[in-house]
């Protein structure tokens, strides 16, 4: 259940609630299997899955692991254009004449809804670490706005939450460019990794290299020649590696081997929701430590108020 990226948000004003309270609210959004008629629907699932049962929430010296589960119709659209173009071709040569592009899109609806049924459902479950004492909510989700979805079926179940992106004083490509740069200005705990995304501040796009020495002639080149390090591979002490992205995402998350192994020594006697359980807390307290850890080398974090409708 160790989680491969994570999305940084933090909580204002947080809803004071139990996790009784929590769960009963959870279970009022849970997910359901995908009507004919649905493309895509979000909803609250048990994190270990059957082994869980109907338990939607695991709460763990003040961590809170919640799942959402998104289920999607997968509907080629050259399924759909190729039927479409079928209907179209029959109707110009019964009729003698031309469809109409607004023609055109009512059969486009009228295919879709027809093949919807039929479709392909992919399910993705989507887990999410609510830190309730540092008031931190991390979504293990690849991309921010998968993220922003399981945040807004959050604040559906609870009728209020103010979240904003977390964000530093110092901005990640700046600190990222300067420890690429410059060795001596790294953190004692901060270790480089292989891989490296450098931007231009022109039009000379984007480039990316892994499985690379960073320390290298031609690395720092490219930095002296203007560009930045938008993304950047490293680990902290040892016991959590990442890539660093420029909007303050962990992506590609490992863990140490020390972690790992005080995980699989832990006594939970074979029994699956236990080993969730341990391994959930022995993530969850790193992760807390080392986001701090991460947001102090930043020069700490920019207090932000939610301002935007959707954050109330």
């Given amino acids: 259940m160790w989680f491969k990226h994570l999305h940084l948000y933090r909580l204002h004003g947080a809803p004071e609630l139990d996790s009784q309270t929590l769960a009963n609210a959870l279970d009022e959004h849970a997910a ?36 959402a589960l998104r289920q999607e119709r997968l509907l080629p659209a050259s399924v759909v254009k190729e039927e479409v173009d079928e209907k179209v071709a029959d109707i110009e040569a019964s009729e003698g004449r031309k469809v109409t592009r607004k023609e055109k899109m009512a059969l486009k609806e009228q295919v879709t809804e027809a093949l919807l049924p039929r ?5 993705q479950k989507i887990d999410l670490w609510w830190d309730t004492k540092r008031q931190l909510i991390g979504v293990n989700a690849s991309s921010r706005s998968r993220a922003e979805d399981v945040l807004d079926l959050l604040r559906e ?13 110092t901005l990640p490509i700046r600190a990222m460019t300067t420890w690429l740069g410059d060795p001596a200005s790294r953190p004692a705990d901060l270790q480089l990794g292989d891989q490296v995304e450098l931007k231009a501040k022109g039009d000379d796009g984007v480039l990316r290299a892994r499985q690379v020495d960073l320390d290298s002639d031609e690395i720092q080149q490219l930095l002296e020649s203007g560009r930045q390090a938008s993304k950047l591979a490293m680990s902290l002490d040892g016991r959590l590696s990442f890539v660093l992205h420029d909007d303050l995402a962990l992506k590609s998350l490992r863990f140490g081997d020390a972690l790992i192994e005080e995980a699989d020594h832990a006594d939970d006697g074979d029994d699956a929701l236990a080993r969730l359980e341990t391994d959930f807390i022995l993530m969850a307290q790193a992760l807390s430590e080392d986001v701090s850890r ?19």
Avoid: C
Wanted: charged letters at 20%; aromatic letters at 4%; glycine letters at 12%.
């Fill in 32 to 67: 359901k299997p995908l009507g004919n008629a649905d493309a895509r629907r979000l909803g609250w699932t048990a994190p270990a899955g059957r082994l869980g049962g109907d338990q939607r929430v695991h709460e763990i010296q003040g961590h809170r692991l919640l799942s």
């Fill in 119 to 123: 479709a392909f459902v992919r399910s």
């Fill in 157 to 169: 179940t609870l009728g209020s939450l103010k979240v904003t992106p977390l964000s530093s004083q």
């Fill in 294 to 312: 991460l947001l102090e080398w930043l020069g700490g974090e920019t207090q932000r108020e939610p301002t935007t409708p959707s954050d109330a």
